[in-house]
């Protein structure tokens, strides 16, 4: 079993930053693929960064080049550095983690960008 919990979120103007992080705790050995996702009001939700399997990360193309994602296994915690923020990326951001066969979410943490 594996709780995630996002913190950082908020009200911020177009063209600011913000840094969101999760911290995973639980009983599991390690967790392969962790990342963000965001849905926005009557959007699916969407992936926006994620660390694959294999190490590698993954961007939606609407945040490339704009937003970073990192982690530190030691502390068990990813990070998403968020800059150049605009108002579509309004929306509740939701970490989550696959490890022994399951997926994990938070709870999401909103972030408001206006204009």
């Known amino acids: 079993q594996v709780q995630l919990v996002e913190s950082g979120g908020g009200l911020v103007q177009a063209g600011g930053s913000l840094r969101l992080s999760c911290a995973a705790s639980g009983s599991f050995f390690s967790i392969n693929v962790m990342g963000w996702y965001r849905q926005a009001p009557g959007k699916q939700r969407e992936l926006v960064a994620t660390f694959t399997g294999g190490g590698s990360t993954n961007y939606a193309d609407s945040v490339k080049g704009r937003f970073t994602i990192s982690r530190d296994n030691a502390k068990n915690m990813v990070y998403l550095q968020m800059n150049s923020l605009k108002p579509e990326d309004t929306a509740v951001y939701y970490c989550?983690?696959?490890?022994?066969?399951?997926?994990?979410w938070g709870q999401g943490t909103q972030v408001t960008v206006s204009s």
């Open positions: 989550n983690a696959f490890t022994s066969g399951y997926w994990y």
